[in-house]
């Protein structure tokens, strides 16, 4: 296909311009726009013009380099060898097309040329330095020239061996890819909703932003795992260099094996490219059942003297090539879009779609995160858009196919709750829309789910359709009504399980489940304080805060009474989960609920060890405290002071350090001028509590 010279640069033009914004959000942000398909369908694209237009390859040009460049952090160290990024194919004719170059280049003629087969991992790429069998250092790729030092997280990463097996002499370099399993990546998402903070688009920008953060204790908590797939053996120096005497890349991946590296177990040795064809076409199905994500198969020539007369080009060994897998998307019509209501109210759109068979299963939801994404996309009901699977099976609405139809409009979150009809309302700060009514049966639901929880109460057996029926018959609208649930009214309630072609479909009565439904609340009863005050729905109190609140208040009462100041005093509680814990205590309702719950012979009682007594920042310092504090009761005073190592005494001594004076002090305040002990008014009082937390 030819263009006029104009009309390929001007699209060169766009495409550099698209191409770097999507670099910068896929490589610096983590955080795409575009699929991965369609990203490297850009870069196809515009190799392709240069390819046939020369004259238009500039310095800087998003194909003129490997990748991305280092984020400020961590220590920028020079790979000992550049690592390549590998050309990519598309189906069956570009892989046939890259073994007639192979053939050609080996100079094999029509003979067959012996390739390995492996599944490419969908992480992040690293450089591990063995020095004498002994981990010596762990690299990013970075730009592929240099990358970023994070020894001490891929330290912590239990896969990659720190010390190989046998006796491997000299320097060792060994490539392959942290990644995270899919199962961490679901659990981690889980805890970053938990904890009011944005969940990661996909496990590979989940391993990336892991392994960039500076803490190696986080790292070693989340999960992460690694594969190697390449030696680079410096004594013979070279790109593809090998172990000593090994003569094919399939021998060099058993002695990695042998080492204790980590080596994906579906290599496969292929005795030409139809053997690779078949195995990519086996993979592109199969590949869903794996606990990783992969995005293709990676084809090496076996054979290391073959590779070596073929060499590499200035980015990408000729020996090797990338097949795409396809991708998992389509097309279908956008019918509505609707929303859903969660358990803090947040009210969060999605989209039904006309179904559509996709990589496996039926669509007929996706998600839509929040209005803004809707607005940015400007997504429309009636849209023909295109949809996704990703690593997981949520799928989602990558974009509207333009132009949208005739006469569809923009779409706006609705003015009212679709449950309980409150006017939606949202934070200023916030992308999030609420339905603030506490009442709302949606929330109560959800609320409900939440509390009965595995990480909450830990009641089995009441769950999501047991709890709509509950709320249908009336017979609970908060936490506290399930603790009056008695065995018989749960046995004989009449429940209609969901699955529509079960046998079970038809109504019935739950009978012995509704008792042990009964036993699980009533065991429940003594969860520990830290469950419950995870369970009642704090916003923004996840399970750790829960826990440090139930260690360091003791009790329930003990939470609920604590100032915004005492609760800044607590480590690990910022100033958002303090006002949070103080709005949810200054609200009566919630007040009233405790003390339900307390009714009902609830455990209020935290069984965690107190807090280590370590000195605290005023260890040593002696306060009086005299007059009325305004912000606080003497009480509330005292027990900060105590939180952070210092004493209260009750009369002015000389070994007083600070008199704290309220409104209306009187004689220790003379005696403290007279002894010239410091003063300290409330404003100055509180001041000097919060920088000492
Ligand atoms: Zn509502």
Same mark, same amino acid.
């Given at each position: 296909?030819?263009?006029?010279?104009?009309?390929?640069?001007?699209?060169?033009?766009?495409?550099?311009?698209?191409?770097?914004?999507h670099?910068?959000?896929?490589?610096?942000?983590?955080?795409?726009e575009?699929?991965?398909?369609?990203? *490297?369908?850009?870069?196809?694209?515009?190799?392709?013009?240069?390819?046939?237009?020369?004259?238009?390859?500039?310095?800087?040009?998003?194909?003129?380099?490997?990748?991305?460049?280092?984020? /400020?952090?961590?220590?920028?160290? !020079?790979?000992?060898?550049?690592?390549?990024?590998?050309?990519?194919?598309?189906?069956?004719?570009?892989?046939?097309?890259?073994?007639?170059?192979?053939?050609?280049?080996?100079?094999?003629?029509?003979?067959?040329?012996?390739?390995?087969?492996?599944? @490419?991992?969908?992480?992040?790429?690293?450089?591990?330095?063995?020095e004498d069998? %002994?981990?010596?250092?762990?690299?990013?790729?970075?730009?592929?020239?240099?990358? !970023?030092?994070?020894?001490?997280?891929?330290?912590?990463?239990?896969?990659?061996?720190?010390?190989l097996?046998?006796?491997?002499?000299?320097?060792?370099? #060994?490539?392959?890819?942290?990644?995270?399993?899919?199962a961490?990546?679901?659990?981690?998402?889980?805890?970053?909703?938990?904890?009011?903070?944005?969940?990661?688009?996909?496990?590979?920008?989940?391993?990336a932003?892991?392994?960039?953060?500076?803490?190696?204790?986080l790292?070693?908590?989340?999960?992460?795992?690694?594969?190697t797939?390449?030696?680079?053996?410096?004594?013979?120096?070279?790109?593809?260099?090998?172990p000593?005497?090994?003569?094919?890349?399939?021998?060099?991946?058993?002695?990695?094996?042998?080492?204790?590296?980590?080596?994906?177990?579906?290599w496969?040795?292929?005795?030409?490219?139809?053997?690779?064809?078949?195995?990519?076409?086996?993979?592109a199905?199969?590949?869903?059942?794996?606990?990783?994500?992969?995005?293709?198969? #990676?084809?090496?020539?076996?054979?290391?003297?073959?590779?070596?007369?073929?060499?590499?080009?200035?980015?990408?060994p000729?020996?090797?090539?990338?097949f795409?897998?396809?991708?998992?998307?389509?097309?279908?019509? =956008?019918r509505?879009?609707?929303?859903?209501?969660?358990?803090?109210?947040?009210?969060?759109?999605?989209?039904?779609?006309?179904?559509?068979?996709?990589?496996?299963?039926?669509?007929?939801?996706?998600?839509?995160?929040?209005?803004?994404?809707?607005? %940015?996309?400007?997504?429309?009901?009636?849209?023909?858009? =295109?949809?996704?699977?990703?690593? *997981?099976?949520?799928? @989602?609405?990558?974009?509207?196919?333009?132009?949208?139809?005739?006469?569809?409009?923009?779409?706006?979150?609705?003015?009212?709750?679709p449950?309980?009809?409150?006017?939606?309302?949202?934070?200023? /700060? !916030?992308?999030?829309?609420?339905?603030? $009514?506490?009442?709302?049966?949606?929330r109560?639901?959800?609320?409900? /789910?939440?509390?009965?929880?595995?990480?909450?109460?830990?009641?089995?057996?009441?769950?999501?359709?047991?709890?709509e029926?509950?709320?249908?018959q009336?017979?609970?609208?908060?936490?506290?009504?399930l603790?009056? =649930?008695?065995?018989?009214?749960?046995? $004989?309630?009449?429940?209609?399980?969901?699955?529509?072609?079960?046998?079970?479909?038809?109504?019935?009565?739950?009978?012995?489940?509704?008792?042990?439904?009964?036993?699980?609340?009533e065991?429940?009863k003594?969860?520990?304080?830290?469950?419950?005050?995870?369970?009642?729905?704090?916003?923004?109190?996840?399970e750790?805060?829960?826990?440090?609140?139930?260690?360091?208040?003791?009790?329930?009462?003990?939470?609920?009474?604590?100032?915004?100041?005492?609760?800044?005093?607590?480590?690990?509680?910022?100033?958002?989960v303090?006002?949070?814990?103080?709005?949810?205590? *200054?609200?009566?309702?919630?007040?009233?609920?405790?003390?339900?719950?307390?009714?009902?012979?609830?455990?209020?009682?935290?069984?965690?060890?107190?807090?280590?007594?370590?000195?605290?920042?005023?260890?040593?310092?002696?306060f009086?405290?005299?007059?009325?504090?305004?912000?606080?009761?003497?009480?509330?005073?005292?027990?900060?002071?105590?939180?952070?190592?210092?004493?209260?005494?009750?009369?002015?001594?000389? @070994?007083?350090?600070?008199?704290?004076?309220?409104?209306?002090?009187?004689?220790?305040? !003379?005696k403290?001028?007279?002894?010239?002990?410091?003063?300290?008014?409330?404003?100055a009082?509180?001041?000097?509590i919060?920088?000492?937390?």
């Open positions: 296909m030819s263009r006029g010279a104009d009309d390929a640069a001007a699209r060169v033009r766009d495409l550099r311009d698209a191409i770097r914004h670099e910068e959000r896929y490589y610096i942000q983590n955080d795409p575009i699929s991965d398909d369609e990203f *490297d369908r850009l870069l196809h694209e515009l190799e392709q013009l240069e390819a046939d237009n020369p004259d238009l390859i500039a310095a800087d040009s998003p194909t003129q380099r490997v990748a991305g460049s280092p984020i /400020e952090g961590f220590a920028t160290v !020079e790979h000992l060898m550049p690592m390549l990024s590998l050309d990519n194919a598309y189906g069956e004719d570009e892989l046939r097309a890259f073994d007639d170059r192979v053939r050609k280049g080996a100079g094999v003629g029509s003979a067959a040329v012996g390739y390995v087969a492996e599944l @490419k991992i969908d992480g992040l790429s690293i450089a591990l330095t063995y069998g %002994r981990l010596a250092r762990g690299a990013t790729r970075g730009d592929g020239f240099r990358g !970023e030092e994070v020894t001490a997280n891929v330290r912590t990463i239990r896969a990659i061996p720190l010390r097996r046998g006796h491997v002499q000299g320097r060792v370099e #060994v490539r392959g890819e942290v990644y995270l399993p899919r961490a990546f679901a659990r981690m998402n889980q805890q970053r909703e938990v904890a009011g903070e944005p969940p990661f688009a996909n496990p590979r920008n989940a391993a932003g892991t392994m960039r953060n500076l803490s190696p204790v790292v070693s908590k989340r999960g992460l795992s690694a594969f797939y390449q030696l680079v053996s410096l004594a013979s120096g070279g790109e593809s260099a090998e000593p005497g090994a003569r094919l890349h399939s021998a060099t991946l058993t002695t990695m094996r042998a080492w204790g590296l980590p080596v994906e177990r579906h496969q040795p292929c005795a030409g490219i139809d053997e690779v064809i078949a195995y990519c076409q086996t993979w199905g199969k590949r869903l059942g794996l606990d990783f994500d992969t995005d293709g198969v #990676v084809v090496k020539v076996d054979d290391l003297a073959v590779r070596e007369r073929l060499g590499s080009t200035a980015k990408f000729r020996w090797a090539t990338a795409k897998f396809p991708a998992r998307q389509g097309t279908t019509t =956008l509505r879009i609707a929303v859903n209501v969660g358990r803090t109210g947040a009210v969060t759109p999605y989209a039904v779609l006309d179904p559509i068979f996709l990589a496996g299963s039926t669509i007929s939801m996706a998600t839509l995160h929040n209005a803004e994404d809707v607005a %940015r996309k400007d997504l429309r009901e009636g849209d023909r858009v =295109l949809i996704e699977k990703g690593g *997981d099976v949520i799928p @989602k609405v990558v974009k509207p196919i333009l132009p949208h139809p005739e006469g569809a409009v923009a779409w706006q979150m609705p003015a009212a709750c449950v309980c009809s409150s006017p939606l309302r949202r934070d200023e /700060e !916030e992308v999030v829309w609420r339905c603030e $009514n506490t009442s709302c049966p949606a109560i639901q959800r609320s409900l /789910e939440h509390f009965a929880s595995r990480s909450a109460m830990n009641i089995e057996g009441l769950g999501e359709s047991l709890i029926q509950l709320i249908a009336g017979l609970v609208r908060d936490f506290a009504d603790y009056k =649930l008695d065995a018989t009214q749960l046995e $004989n309630l009449v429940v209609t399980p969901r699955e529509p072609k079960s046998d079970r479909s038809r109504p019935r009565k739950l009978g012995k489940v509704g008792r042990n439904v009964i036993e699980q609340i065991r429940s003594t969860n520990d304080l830290s469950r419950l005050i995870y369970g009642v729905g704090i916003r923004h109190v996840g750790k805060a829960a826990a440090t609140l139930a260690r360091h208040f003791r009790t329930m009462e003990g939470v609920l009474r604590a100032s915004a100041e005492m609760l800044h005093t607590v480590p690990e509680i910022g100033p958002v303090a006002a949070s814990v103080r709005a949810f205590a *200054d609200e009566s309702r919630n007040r009233e609920l405790v003390a339900r719950l307390q009714g009902e012979g609830l455990n209020m009682v935290s069984q965690a060890p107190p807090p280590t007594s370590q000195p605290g920042p005023l260890a040593g310092k002696v009086v405290l005299t007059g009325t504090l305004s912000d606080m009761s003497r009480e509330q005073a005292t027990e900060a002071l105590e939180r952070l190592g210092a004493k209260v005494a009750g009369s002015v001594s000389k @070994k007083t350090s600070y008199l704290v004076a309220g409104a209306d002090a009187g004689s220790k305040l !003379e403290a001028r007279a002894l010239g002990v410091e003063t300290l008014d409330e404003q009082f509180l001041q000097l919060i920088k000492a937390s």
